[in-house]
């Protein structure tokens, strides 16, 4: 699976961008996809994951509430969109989809490249 994503760039903070991942290759196999931050010098953060057949979702407490997660089946293509931004949000941007059904967070299979998002105040 081979996983792009798109959509991040320089926000002003209180913005509402949309990231997307668009996914390719064997994603028959996939049965969730999840979105990942990485600020600088800090660790990998989960923000939210949404299972691929009946879309349920998961988030982080950091970001339920501003963030909402979806997807298109037929476009393979899950997004993130992020409400009111905040310059502490300025990070990499991941996607990542898993095969498995557990590990919901923690376990996946294939990552994209990252987006850069950048929240200026």
């Known amino acids: 699976v081979q996983l792009v994503e798109s959509g991040g760039g320089l926000v002003q903070a209180g913005g509402s961008p949309r990231l997307s991942c668009a996914a390719s290759?064997?994603?028959?196999?996939?049965?969730?996809m999840a979105w990942f931050r990485q600020a600088p010098g800090k660790e990998r953060e989960f923000l939210s994951h949404?299972?691929?057949?009946?879309?349920?979702?998961y988030y982080a407490d950091s970001v339920k509430g501003r963030f909402t997660i979806s997807r298109d089946s037929a476009k393979n293509t899950v997004y993130l969109q992020m409400n009111s931004l905040k310059p502490d949000d300025t990070a990499i941007y991941y996607c990542?989809?898993?095969?498995?059904?557990?590990?919901?967070?923690?376990?996946?299979?294939?990552w994209g490249q990252g987006t850069q998002v950048t929240v200026s105040s």
């Open positions: 990542a989809s898993t095969s498995r059904q557990t590990g919901v967070g923690k376990v996946y299979d294939y």
């Open positions: 290759g064997r994603t028959y196999s996939m049965t969730g």
């Open positions: 949404i299972t691929w057949t009946l879309g349920s979702t």
